[in-house]
């Protein structure tokens, strides 16, 4: 395989605003491979809806994208017509969204709605796109598919409406998945469920799998690679195993220090241990985005933007730290909280 | 599905006995029927004979309930001016006025949902203003005076169409443009908002986001929502038509239920009156009730609970 599936590099986002311009993402750089889960993990606000709404051509209206590269195996997507994008939604790319409560249309049939998506893009009969929707929601894990055909969105649960979305993003067999939050409008017991099934598609098929979440977590069991987003930006991204085994950014450090505990952490809580909130931010950045929020930070931290750079084991670290993990005490997280 | 549509009957059959019951008594007791049936220079006698052979003379209460027991045993009553049975009347006026309402509406909604659509596709542009524009320019001028001008342009001035009487189809035309015009600036702002509100919606993203064509999202997955609160205002707004083609009716000489009613008045024609006012409040109820079971076939929600 020579070069990744999807590479994107510089992508901003910003968006008019009464009295301005915010810019939810400033600068974002990754790629995934075929076969490949890479996760993004950052709270809320940080710019993970946006950057894969950007990746889909799907930004709301009063947003304005900008960008180095957006390319699908060497397919440029920036710019591309609205008939180009028809042919790459739901063919190339599909997309799993947050609340499946909502995200399937109420007034039409589960079967009627894959059968929609599937002739969209293929020239089968009817009864052939029944037969792939059936086939489809048994892979999922959906249990007597025939019944839940001809059913409506609001008479399936929401972990059962998930499923459906998944079988639905399978319909074309795509080369790339994008998954927002696909598990946070959902039950505990439900997640790792869904969590599980996504991994093991991905497995299977070998497709590249974007897994969004606020939690690190969730995520941390399935994903390969994990980008964490900070204020707009890419603050580390490396290796799963790396960044979880000992963290570079303060940021990550503080995301690894707040992972809920099941059962313990209630659906819709904010993680408690990183103080303050993500500060909007309209101008480029001139020091170090996370600097209010850092138990660490120096002179440095202030002097000027932050520039990425490699760590020895070839994750990139958005800090002035020392990239060998040293200058750090945990317990200044504790004293911070504290407000000492 | 059937519980509900049986529900549904319960309250029209319900509504349509209140306002006959407000209809009778507001006939009765907004003059004397009698004197007025016996006409100006009548002798106190004749006045008082007229009142005993009508049954004017009894309880309110009685007199309503006979009424109705005629009505029910399919006895409209006879016109004592016309001299000529209720049914008949109707039967003759009803369907030019029904005719009018059905083109009135079909024009209405025609014109005021791609109106609308066009303007939420576009909102805040020329196209949005421009919609606006078309919906609501002309709507200052009493209505009468929007038919006269239609009149002059397309019956005078180009003399494209009839203007007078109901012979043809073509007679319809100007007369439903110029009732159903009306009910347009409602009917867009409701198909703009709820459009607006549609396409925002998660399952708008879900249907771009699997790349269905532009026509599907729009059309099958964002105006299939917005229309569900426009079916209920569109019967509303026919039975406001159906009430004020009295006007429309008389401009362009069609003989239907306003024009009917008109004449009744001024006649006192008592039976004929009541009846008319009876067909519209039941007109109005299974109206509404038509929405709503239109109403659940669109939505499953509602039907399948
Ligand atoms: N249409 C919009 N208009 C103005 N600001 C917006 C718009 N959409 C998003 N934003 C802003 O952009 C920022 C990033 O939004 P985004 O939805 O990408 O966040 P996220 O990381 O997905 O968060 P969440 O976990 O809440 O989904 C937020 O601060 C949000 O307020
Ligand atoms: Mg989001």
Redesign the pocket.
């Given at each position: 395989m020579t070069g990744p599936l999807l590479e994107v590099r510089g992508l901003k986002?910003e968006?008019a605003?009464p009295g301005g311009m915010?810019r939810?993402?400033r600068g974002v750089d990754f790629s995934v491979a075929a076969g490949e889960t890479l996760a993004i993990v950052?709270?809320?606000?940080?710019?993970?809806?946006?950057?894969s709404?950007a990746i889909m051509g799907l930004l709301?209206r009063?947003?304005r994208l900008a960008a180095e590269t957006i390319a699908l195996k060497g397919l440029s997507l920036i710019g591309l017509s609205e008939s180009g994008w028809r042919r790459l939604r739901g063919e190339r790319i599909a997309m799993i969204f947050?609340d499946p409560m909502t995200a399937l249309d109420p007034c039409y049939r589960i079967g009627d709605q894959m059968a929609e998506v599937l002739r969209q893009h293929r020239p089968v009969s009817a009864e052939a796109a029944r037969q792939r929707a059936l086939e489809l929601l048994t892979r999922v894990g959906i249990s007597s598919p025939e019944q839940r055909l001809t059913q409506f969105p609001h008479q399936l649960s929401g972990g059962l409406r998930q499923r459906v979305m998944i079988a639905m993003a399978l319909l074309c067999e795509p080369e790339l998945i994008i998954a927002?939050?696909p598990t946070?409008a959902l039950d505990v017991t439900i997640q790792a469920q869904i969590l599980h099934l996504l991994a093991e598609i991905q497995r299977d098929t070998g497709i590249g799998l974007i897994l969004?979440s606020?939690d690190l977590g969730v995520v941390a069991g399935v994903a390969h690679r994990i980008a964490v987003?900070y204020g707009?930006e890419i603050v580390e991204i490396g290796e799963r195993d790396a960044i979880l085994g000992r963290p570079l950014h303060p940021y990550t450090e503080g995301l690894m220090h707040s992972i809920p505990v099941p059962g313990e952490t209630r659906r819709g809580e904010t993680l408690g241990f990183i103080p303050g909130t993500?500060p909007?931010q309209t101008g480029e950045l001139t020091r170090c985005g996370f600097l209010e929020r850092c138990p660490y930070a120096t002179g440095r931290s202030a002097a000027g933007p932050v520039p990425l750079r490699e760590a020895a084991d070839g994750r990139l670290v958005r800090c002035v730290l020392p990239l060998d993990g040293s200058g750090r005490d945990p317990a200044a997280w504790t004293r911070q909280a504290e407000g000492v | 599905m059937l519980r509900f549509i049986v529900q549904r009957l319960l309250v029209t059959a319900l509504v349509i006995a209140v306002t006959s019951m407000v209809a009778f008594s507001l006939v009765h007791l907004t003059g004397d029927p009698a004197a007025a049936m016996a006409g100006e220079n009548a002798a106190p006698e004749d006045v008082e004979a007229i009142r005993r052979t009508y049954g004017f003379d009894r309880p309110i209460w009685e007199q309503y309930l006979t009424w109705v027991g005629r009505f029910l045993a399919g006895d409209f009553g006879r016109s004592h001016y016309l001299k000529l049975g209720v049914g008949e009347v109707l039967a003759e006026h009803m369907p030019v006025t029904a005719t009018l309402g059905v083109l009135a509406l079909a024009f209405a909604l025609g014109l005021s949902i791609p109106l609308g659509v066009a303007a939420a596709l576009r909102p805040n542009t020329i196209v949005d203003r421009v919609a606006l524009w078309i919906a609501v320019a002309g709507q200052a001028l009493p209505s009468f005076l929007f038919a006269l001008g239609l009149i002059y342009v397309f019956g005078v001035l180009l003399r494209w169409l009839p203007v007078s009487g109901d012979a043809t189809w073509q007679h319809f035309i100007l007369p439903s443009v110029a009732l159903g015009y009306y009910a347009t600036p409602a009917i867009m702002r409701l198909t703009r908002s709820g459009m607006m509100e549609a396409l925002q919606s998660d399952h708008v993203r879900t249907a771009r986001a699997f790349g269905l064509s532009r026509w599907r999202v729009v059309v099958r997955h964002g105006l299939r929502h917005a229309i569900i609160p426009v079916v209920s205002l569109a019967a509303v707004q026919l039975g406001f038509m159906l009430g004020g083609s009295i006007v429309i009716e008389t401009v362009f000489s069609l003989k239907g239920l306003g024009y009917l009613a008109w004449q009744s008045i001024q006649r006192a024609d008592i039976e004929v009156i009541q009846a008319i006012l009876l067909v519209i409040a039941a007109t109005y109820a299974v109206l509404t009730l038509l929405a709503d079971i239109l109403n659940a076939a669109l939505d499953p929600r509602i039907r399948i609970g």
């Open positions: 986002v968006i605003v915010t939810p993402v950052g709270e809320s606000g940080c710019g993970k809806s946006l950057t709404l709301p009063a947003a947050q927002d939050e946070t969004i606020h987003m707009g993500v909007r | -």
